[in-house]
C-alpha cells in the first residue's frame, strides 16, 4: 500500500538548520501535492507547508515564513523541508503527507500521513 | 486564516453508546466548484499518526466504519460514532481545507 517514510528529524540547536526527507512509494508521486504537518509534544495538529504535484505553487504557515522551504524531487519520489533559523517552538514531530486527488489545482483532503520524524530544537 | 474550534475538548462515553464532536469554522468553508464543504475528521491514537475518516464533511473514506458519520454545514460541523466501540478511543480532529492555508481543530480526546 501507500507509504512515506519522513527522515532527517534530531536535535538541534536555535538558529540551526534541518533538512526532513519524506520517501514515497506505492504511488505515482509526481501527481500529487504533498504536504508536511508537524505536532508539538501533547499539543494538536499543525499545517505547515504545501507544496503543488508540479511544484508550481507553495504555501507556508506564517510561522515558518522566510524560514522553511518545501520542495520535491520527482525522479526520486522524495518531499523535502529545508528548515533554516529553528527555533524551541519548531520542537515537534513532522508529518509528511500526500492529497487524496492527483493533479489537483484546488485544495483537497489529506488521506495518507507517514510515521513522522522527530525535531528538538534546544540548546 | 480560518480558525476552526472543537467542542467538546473531551468526552467520555459508555461502550456503545453515541459520541458526537461538534467544529465550528470561523466562516463558510463551502467549495462553490462542487456546492461541498471542505472539512475532514482524522483519527489519531497514541503513538500514530492521524487516519482520514470522513472528507467533504460527509463522505466516509474506505474502509472506514459506517459508525463513523459526518454531517453539518456552512460554519458548524459534527462528527458522530454512533456506537462507541473500545477501538474508537482517541484524539479527533477536524481540518478546513478550503483555503490554501489549511487549520485544524485543537482537537476532541473521546474516551470510554
Known amino acids: 500500500q501507500v507509504q512515506l517514510v519522513e527522515s532527517g528529524g534530531g536535535v538541534v540547536q536555535p538558529g540551526r538548520s534541518l533538512r526532513l526527507s519524506c520517501e514515497a512509494s506505492?504511488?505515482?508521486?509526481?501527481?500529487?501535492?504533498m504536504h508536511w504537518v508537524r505536532q508539538a509534544p501533547g499539543k494538536g495538529l499543525e499545517w505547515v507547508a504545501f507544496?503543488?504535484?508540479?511544484?508550481?505553487?507553495?504555501y507556508y504557515i506564517d510561522s515558518v515564513k522566510g524560514r522553511f522551504t518545501i520542495s520535491r524531487d520527482d525522479s526520486r519520489d522524495t518531499l523535502y523541508l529545508q528548515m533554516n533559523s529553528l527555533r524551541p517552538d519548531d520542537t515537534a514531530v513532522y508529518y509528511c503527507?500526500?492529497?487524496?486527488?492527483?493533479?489537483?489545482?484546488?485544495?483537497?483532503?489529506?488521506?495518507?500521513w507517514g510515521q513522522g520524524t522527530t525535531v528538538t530544537v534546544s540548546s | 486564516d480560518i480558525v476552526m474550534t472543537q467542542s467538546p475538548d473531551s468526552l467520555a462515553v459508555s461502550l456503545g453508546e453515541r459520541a458526537t464532536i461538534n467544529c465550528k469554522s470561523s466562516?463558510?468553508?463551502?467549495?462553490?466548484?462542487?456546492?461541498?464543504?471542505?472539512l475532514a475528521w482524522y483519527q489519531q491514537k497514541p503513538g500514530q499518526p492521524p487516519r482520514l475518516l470522513i472528507y467533504?464533511?460527509?463522505v466516509r473514506e474506505s474502509r472506514v466504519p459506517d459508525r463513523f458519520s459526518g454531517g453539518g454545514s456552512g460554519t458548524d460541523f459534527t462528527l458522530t460514532i454512533s456506537s462507541l466501540q473500545a477501538e474508537d478511543v482517541a484524539v479527533y480532529f477536524c481540518?478546513?481545507?478550503?483555503?490554501?492555508?489549511?487549520?485544524f481543530g485543537h482537537g476532541t480526546r473521546v474516551e470510554i
Open positions: 507544496i503543488s504535484y508540479d511544484g508550481s505553487n507553495q
Open positions: 466562516q463558510p468553508i463551502l467549495d462553490s466548484s462542487n456546492n461541498k464543504n471542505s
Open positions: 503527507a500526500k492529497d487524496l486527488y492527483s493533479r489537483r489545482s484546488t485544495p483537497c483532503p489529506v488521506n495518507v
Open positions: 467533504w464533511a460527509s
Open positions: 506505492r504511488f505515482t508521486f509526481s501527481i500529487y501535492g
Open positions: 481540518h478546513q481545507y478550503y483555503t490554501d492555508i489549511r487549520t
